[in-house]
């Protein structure tokens, strides 16, 4: 593979993550649609946070409050999420998945995961050693986008 030219101008950190990016494009372009990646990710959120208010999601998704709830309303004739009163404030909803939707996030998440492990295994041996002791750092990663995220 050619190495990229650094857009960014910051030399190592520009070029590695111009790299990350390409190589979540090509994953996510990949992923077979069989609902959004907004849908997707309103679903994971619900996963990893609990029951969430449609106004929480919606500007977590960076969408309006509208669309959201039209979003959720689909989920919802899909069996993946329940609306339920919020006990903190009866005026208000949660959201929530449901069995379905906790099975479907585990279960896309899984055949994802292994996609990508099957482009593992065509590495070399000497780059999958390179991931490998990449991981702390791609784990530290993780934690700093998820907690900007927050």
Request: aromatic share 2%; hydrophobic share 45%.
């Amino acid at each position: 593979m050619a190495r990229r030219e650094d857009e960014s101008g910051d030399g190592a950190i520009g070029a590695t993550a111009d790299a990350l990016y390409a190589l979540m494009s090509d994953f996510v372009r990949q992923i077979p649609r069989d609902i959004s990646m907004t849908a997707v990710s309103t679903l994971a959120m619900l996963r990893s946070r609990g029951p969430q208010r449609v106004t929480t999601l919606a500007g977590a998704q960076g969408v309006a409050q509208p669309t959201m709830t039209a979003m959720i309303s689909t989920l919802e004739r899909a069996g993946l999420v329940v609306r339920r009163h919020d006990p903190d404030d009866r005026r208000a909803t949660l959201v929530e998945l449901t069995d379905a939707g906790e099975a479907y996030v585990v279960d896309r998440k899984r055949r994802n995961i292994a996609r990508i492990a099957d482009y593992l295994t065509g590495l070399p041996e000497e780059h999958m050693s390179a991931l490998v002791a990449a991981l702390p750092a791609l784990h530290r990663l993780d934690a700093l986008a998820r907690h900007r995220v927050s």
